[in-house]
């Protein structure tokens, strides 16, 4: 029995144990949760999953302050962070995800009940002037939110009301509570006070206190203030790359107008003010709000810079604004790609590609965009599947070529830490087509990170109709061409023909895109026989009955890249692959037959293939046959070595009949599913 008696205490010692674990834990998550969004600025957003151990206290689980508790077994387990926390715990033992957002002034964690626009009330106006401003509550709640506002305001020179105090907003509605002030003759500087705005929901109550702020400003003196702007300082924390707005008060202070108002910034923060349309007028002793926002550069250092708004009128007026940003690194700035681990798990899944935080805090990924493989796919793929981190799936779904999808949860990626179960998942195949990929990060303080392309792969273009994308060409609508300029520098307009491309020979040809020899492709052929064709001799029957070395070609100029070039560098392969044949009609032996094929750029034309004519010729080509017959082939030939810099090329099919000696005798070449690709 004392044995029993004490495995049962070492049991019970174990589960508080544990429990109190399990609660320092979720504190601790929590509070690192809460510093993250506030450090990230004003619109953050992350999802934290805590845990209420069993054991707790349902009464003392609470957000005081900047205090997270959770009392369990007797033992308070609690931690501070950086800002004021408000929100709700859950209060039954178990696991939750929560929501922890940064507000001004505050981050708010849990449903909370209502939300405002505002965190602070700042109003400016003349001696015997007034000031006009609003703020919106809004309802989370699933319950009718009732709503009792108390103004606490103790100044007989200043006047402050609201709109109203007590009421009721439906569920996902809102409110606009105007606020009113007024000064009188002896009123100057400023005054303090604020709203406490309690909101009932349920059998659940939340206060949030906004503080108000209103100043005065005396007309005239005895010299300067005629033109007076407020606040006159401006603080900020912003990420590179990222934005902030503030609405600044400009009073005229004189008894007459003023024009032209310009706000012009300088100093390293005030270049980065953003363009400010001016005030063309400001009545005397009146005031008026205007937004200004600063941008900073996405390549700035961390760091504290220090500015200037002036703020000048044409009749000579001015008073300036100091500026103090600190530049502090977005989530985008920690995090890392790399596609070198990837690879195509399946023909619709690509998975295994690296993400990591380099940085010392969470980041979290909050949308996603997939884009760039609908440019070359034939099989209509959509996204339907991200994975990421563990393998987890954070969306399903149908998105198209470069929509955002947002996550159904935050991809939190834990500081100094690279993952790769990570996949992209398809309807279709996307890895038959030279598809390529890129990836866009969005994270939740709105910073993003866009990947390179992959594969390191690429399809020239070769001028096929935009109906018949991708290539491969196969002519199965017709050819693209907007003039005949055949030859290297002689038009970017798509494809070519020309006769006695390779020598001077008799001019017996007929080319299928220019049935009647006139450089235009408006009785094309092509789009009956799916394929480009030259026939060389006596292809009609009423040509001459005899000739010699009739020969013509099909040109195409096109361009290539630097990240081309680049792939190539870096050790990928061009191939050009095309299929020919060559159909006989009554050519006798020795009446020879050569296919051609050539690449080049300004250095010169390249034939591709070799010399199977025994130097009959001065250049290679692909086929060469002295007793002509119906035959065909695909050539898939390696190119690289040709292209070897950024620039304009040109590709060349082509042929040459050596002789005939008969009526109706001819050769009729063909050249179709044509493709240059790079990988």
Known sequence: MVLIAFANEQMTSLIIEKNISSADSSVNDLKDAVNDVYFQGKGAKRLVFITIPEGTDTTGIALEGKLIIISVNGNDRFAEADVNIVGNLPSQPGGYWLLVEANEGYVSVGETGFSLNKSSIYATMLQEGSANDSIRITNNSGETLNVNIVVNWSHSDVGFVISDDNFSIGPADYADIDLSFSANASATGNYTGSLAITGVYGEEQETRNVPVNAEVIVVGGDGGGELVVLPSGWTISIAKGGSDSNTINVCNTTTSGQTNITLTGSGDAGAWLNAVTPISSLAAETCQNQSISLTVPGGTSTGTYLGTITVESNEGYSDTISLNVTVISSQADDFSFIWSTASFVTTTRIGGWTIENTGAETISIEKMTVSEWSVNDADSAVLNRVQLIDGTNYWTGSADDGQEISLTSNADLAASTSYTQNEIRFSANVNNDYEKFQLKF???????YTTDLWPNRYRIDLWELASNLPQPLDFSTDINSSANTF?????????????????????????????????????SEVNG??????????????????????????????????????????????TLTFYWYMDDSGIDNGEAVWIKAAIGNSSGMNYLGSSLDSGLDATNEIEYDSNPNDHGATENIDVTSYITSAGTYYLEFGGRLASWNSNGEDVRLRFDNIDLTIE
Do not use: C, K, M
């Open 529 to 574: 026989h799916n394929n480009i064709r030259i026939y060389l001799g006596d292809y009609t029957g009423a040509q001459p009955n005899s000739g010699t070395n009739a020969n013509g070609a099909y040109g195409v100029q096109f361009e290539v890249s630097q990240n081309q070039v680049n792939a190539i560098s870096g050790g990928a392969t061009a």
């Open 487 to 523: 030859g290297l520098g002689s038009g970017n307009d798509g494809w070519d023909w020309e006769n006695d491309v390779y020598l001077d020979g008799d001019d017996y040809y007929w080319f299928n895109a220019d049935p009647n020899d006139d450089n235009s492709t408006a009785d």
């Open 442 to 448: 969005t994270f939740t303080d709105g910073s993003s």
